[in-house]
C-alpha cells in the first residue's frame, strides 16, 4: 500500500482502477485549526496519457498498480496508413513489440535507432516505454546566430535534431554536431561530439 507521504515524482498508484505516474506533487497546510493537510498532484494516466490535476488527504492509502520495467531496445518506425507505428524488441526474450504514434505522444520525438528503454508493462501487457534520461541525437538544423547575441546575453539560438525536435542551443553548435539531450525537461545538456 502506498500513501501520500510516499509521493514523489515518479511514483506509480492505482488509482480508480487505473494505473497513474505522478508528475508534480505539493503539500497545502490547512488554513484552519484541525484540518488536514491537502496533497496535490498531477499525475499522468499510463495507458491512456491523460494528465489529471487531483487532491487528496494527507494519510489517504492506494494501492500499487500491477506495473513492471523491462529492459528494450527502440529498433525502427514505419508508416502504418495515417499514423506511424514504433517498433521495439524485449531485451529479455528478444520478442518485438509495438506502439502506436498516440501511445508514444512526444516520446516519440527523442526516439534514435538502437536507444536502450524500459518497457512499461501493465498486467503483462506493453502499454507504453520509460525514456533514459538522456539521449544524444544529431542537429540537422541551427538558426545563425548574431555576432551581437553574446553581448546582449542572448548567447543560444534555436536547433532542430534529426527528428525534430526544436532547443535551444548554444552558439558554438552547428548542424551535424552530436548533443545530448535531458528528455524530462527538453532541453540542451551538452555537446558529444561536433559535426
Excluded: H
Excluded at 37 to 49: D, H, Q, W, Y
Amino acid at each position: 500500500m502506498l500513501s501520500t507521504s510516499d509521493f514523489k515524482k515518479g511514483v506509480r498508484l492505482e488509482y480508480e482502477g487505473q494505473p497513474w505516474i505522478l508528475e508534480t506533487v505539493r503539500s497545502q497546510s490547512p488554513s484552519a485549526r484541525g484540518a488536514a493537510t491537502l496533497i496535490k498532484v498531477r499525475m499522468r494516466n499510463v495507458l491512456t496519457g491523460q494528465i489529471s490535476d487531483k487532491t487528496f488527504k494527507a494519510g489517504e492509502k492506494f494501492q500499487e498498480p500491477d506495473l513492471q520495467l523491462r529492459p528494450a531496445q527502440y529498433l525502427y518506425a514505419a508508416p502504418d496508413g495515417d499514423q506511424t507505428t514504433y517498433y521495439f524488441m524485449d531485451n529479455a526474450n528478444y520478442e518485438q513489440f509495438e506502439l502506436s504514434e498516440a501511445a508514444l505522444d512526444d516520446q516519440r520525438l527523442f526516439l534514435v535507432e538502437n536507444l536502450e528503454v524500459k518497457a512499461l508493462l501493465y498486467n503483462d501487457r506493453v502499454v507504453g516505454v520509460e525514456l533514459p534520461q538522456f539521449v544524444e541525437m544529431e542537429m540537422e538544423d541551427v538558426a545563425p546566430g548574431s555576432r551581437g547575441d553574446t553581448a546582449s546575453g542572448g548567447v543560444s539560438t534555436t536547433g532542430t535534431t534529426v527528428t525534430g525536435v526544436k532547443i535551444q542551443v548554444p552558439l558554438f553548435i552547428k548542424p551535424g554536431d552530436v548533443v545530448r539531450i535531458d528528455t524530462t525537461t527538453g532541453q540542451f545538456k551538452d555537446r558529444v561530439k561536433g559535426g
